[in-house]
């Protein structure tokens, strides 16, 4: 099984910061590799699919890039709906789920 | 637009099966080469990937629950369907169904059924 660990679990930031996420998966997963916005009470929103995709419609401030087993979500400049548990997924071998990167208010 | 929705026991007890249904609108499981899958989020934790199913009713699950889990598929109802048995405290959590696994992500989910088992 694939394990993928993200980093960091808590992120503590300001409105317009520049953020990055990591996600390292336990092997090469080709980049199949998304990443997915939660708010509390809802479920998880696609934002980004094989590494670097954005879905349509999601805000061009969300970024993805990496390689082979490491990868990151970056976002430009936060914005007030940005607030929200972030988690990477690799879809190369069955699927798996980061543990989560919560990103709170400094 | 493509709408998904879980239905089932929200309160299960020790040693019994939970059971879940997923009813897809919008589209038709029938077509298209999407599969399904069943995701579970214990309350205040991180995502599980459960299984999952494409048309032909071949599932493939997750290797931690392979033993207590089936998913089925309905083409005729456009529904697919969990159920997990002996169920403990630690099945606790919200179900999703979602459209999406190998070498697909999970675009469309559900809005989550909360099952908790507890005698």
């Known amino acids: 099984d694939i394990q993928m660990t993200q980093s960091p679990s808590t992120l503590s930031a300001s409105v317009g910061d520049r953020v990055t996420i990591t996600c390292r998966a336990s092997q090469n997963i080709n980049n199949w590799l998304a990443w997915y916005q939660q708010k509390p009470g809802k479920a998880p929103n696609l934002l980004i699919y094989k590494t670097s995709n954005l879905k349509s419609g999601v805000p061009s401030r969300f970024s993805g890039s990496g390689s082979g087993t490491e990868f990151t979500l970056t976002i430009s400049s936060l914005q007030p709906d940005d607030f929200a548990i972030y988690f990477c997924?690799?879809?190369?071998?069955?699927?798996?789920f980061g543990q989560g990167t919560r990103l709170e208010i400094k | 637009q493509l709408q998904l929705q879980e239905s089932g026991s929200g309160l299960v007890k020790p040693s019994q099966a939970l059971s879940l249904t997923c009813t897809v609108s919008g589209d038709s499981i029938s077509s298209g080469g999407h599969s399904w899958s069943w995701i579970r989020q214990p309350p205040g934790k991180g995502l599980e990937w459960i299984g999952y199913?494409?048309?032909?009713?071949?599932?493939h699950y997750n290797s931690s629950l392979k033993s207590r889990v089936t998913i089925s598929v309905d083409t005729s109802k456009n529904q697919i369907s969990l159920k997990l048995s002996s169920a403990t405290a630690a099945d606790t959590a919200v179900y999703y169904c979602?459209?999406?696994?190998?070498?697909?992500?999970?675009?469309?989910w559900g809005q989550g059924a909360l099952v908790t088992v507890s005698s």
């Open positions: 997924q690799q879809y190369n071998s069955y699927n798996s």
């Open positions: 199913i494409y048309r032909s009713g071949s599932a």
């Open positions: 979602a459209r999406g696994s190998y070498l697909d992500p999970f675009e469309y």
